[in-house]
């Protein structure tokens, strides 16, 4: 009798001394303001009602490279440096390879984690001018990482430093696979961590074939800044054309349906990573997070659509997170931001997350902090050759970028389009202030 309690008890302590298993889904400019979770049937069903969903969780910038270098290390922008999706402004730069170790994986994986990625990481990884797609980023066990931006056909995949080229296999699905088949292959003495990051919905937004013309009867959302003229505004959303023609207005509900058509093979992925989470049994040990890298605008404030705004839509994004012993179907107003899930994941793997800005999100309390000032920052492009020739701008193209005949050369991004933000959230305060780097004055 006393043998066969011995091994309760060890048996005991060995489940307490479990590491959790940690799965981050990572989509790419998937908005919430404008209903960009609506498709999502999936993910409200296996994780927001299992979980909890966070009501003002946002970005500490609004746009790819430097919101997912600060998602991966816990730090704002201007200490990490990532600082635009250009290589001079450090997306998969110099200083961020020297530095790459400051990835939370890399702490995780030291403590034992099994860490797997798949899909995109940084705009510039793997161009030859970042060493290539050869170069596997340190504190990943196994890599399967897209070479440069965000497509959905004929891309190239670093599966552990060797490059592959696809053609007609849809990215989103090709994740899914390699997602299931590491979860099968995983053991129960071996905790492990997957970030599975999808193009979807980033532009061309390209729906799966299964899933083309799926919302054909939907429109972008009319909210009351939808297509207002600028004027009190940053002179790039008052340049012309504002407001933007009739004849823009297709070209705004085409994107916008499109990009949920993308998304309905997100939430499939979600679907059956979860089924396989459970027919492995990790599911009881694993949390699961749900975000996106940043927010979008489509024809808000008469833009076309992108994002690289401190606005609303452009800065908040989606947030669910499962897990063991957090409640379910919560709804919870904490203000979050994308540099508290580092320091949240490495706090649930019983680790110190030393030296970051972010700190841990009060996950399983219901007396949580209310009250924060969160710091949202953007260094503006120019001279990134996306000035069209055919564009009457293209004599300032040293200072814009981003303006395109489709847009009605309305360009989407300048030099000093540079800006820094305070977004305070308390129980009384719901406010923004920003400044530019620019002399004009009372202009937001």
Not at 127 to 148: C, D, M, N, T
Request: charged share 20%; hydrophobic share 35%.
């Amino acid at each position: 009798m006393l043998r066969y309690l011995l091994l309760f008890f060890l048996a005991q302590i060995a489940t307490c001394d479990r590491k959790p298993n940690f799965v981050l889904i990572l989509t790419d400019d998937q908005d919430v303001v404008l209903g960009g979770m609506n498709p999502m049937k999936n993910v409200r069903r296996f994780i927001a009602d299992e979980g909890v969903t966070f009501k003002n969780s946002f970005v500490s910038s609004p746009i790819c490279c430097p919101s997912r270098a600060s998602l991966l290390t816990g730090l704002y922008v201007h200490n990490h440096l990532t600082r635009n999706n250009s290589v001079t402004g450090g997306c998969y730069g110099e200083h961020w390879r020297q530095n790459e170790h400051q990835v939370f994986a890399n702490a995780l994986k030291n403590a034992g984690y099994n860490t797997f990625y798949a899909g995109k990481y940084l705009n510039e990884y793997g161009a030859k001018h970042a060493e290539g797609p050869s170069r596997v980023p340190p504190g990943w066990s196994e890599w399967h990482g897209l070479v440069g931006n965000s497509v959905y056909y004929n891309y190239t995949i670093s599966n552990d430093g060797v490059p592959t080229h696809s053609t007609d296999l849809y990215l989103t699905d090709l994740i899914r696979e390699i997602s299931i088949n590491y979860i099968e292959n995983q053991t129960k003495t071996q905790p492990f961590l997957m970030v599975l990051a999808p193009p979807a919905p980033h532009q061309p937004f390209t729906p799966a074939p299964r899933h083309k013309g799926v919302y054909s009867n939907v429109t972008a959302v009319r909210h009351p800044n939808f297509n207002v003229v600028a004027d009190d505004k940053h002179w790039l959303l008052r340049m012309p054309p504002s407001p933007l023609p009739d004849s823009m207005i297709p070209e705004l509900d085409n994107a916008y349906r499109s990009r949920w058509e993308a998304l309905l093979a997100v939430d499939e992925m979600v679907a059956d990573v979860v089924q396989s989470l459970e027919i492995n049994e990790f599911m009881e040990d694993t949390y699961i997070i749900y975000t996106s890298d940043n927010g979008y605008h489509i024809g808000q404030f008469s833009q076309v659509y992108d994002k690289r705004q401190p606005y609303e839509s452009d800065i908040r994004v989606p947030l669910i997170i499962r897990g063991p012993n957090i409640k379910k179907k919560v709804e919870n107003p904490q203000p979050v931001l994308n540099i508290d899930l580092a320091p949240t994941i490495l706090q649930l793997a019983g680790l110190e997350s030393e030296q970051m800005d972010g700190h841990p999100i009060e996950l399983l309390k219901d007396d949580y902090n209310i009250n924060r000032l969160m710091l949202v920052e953007y260094f503006g492009e120019g001279r990134d050759g996306t000035v069209d020739p055919k564009c009457p701008w293209i004599y300032d193209s040293d200072k814009l970028a981003q303006c395109h005949p489709l847009y009605d050369c309305k360009c989407q991004d300048s030099k000093n389009n540079t800006y820094a933000c305070v977004r305070h959230i308390a129980e009384r305060i719901n406010m923004k202030y920003c400044m530019f780097a620019d002399k004009e004055v009372g202009l937001f």
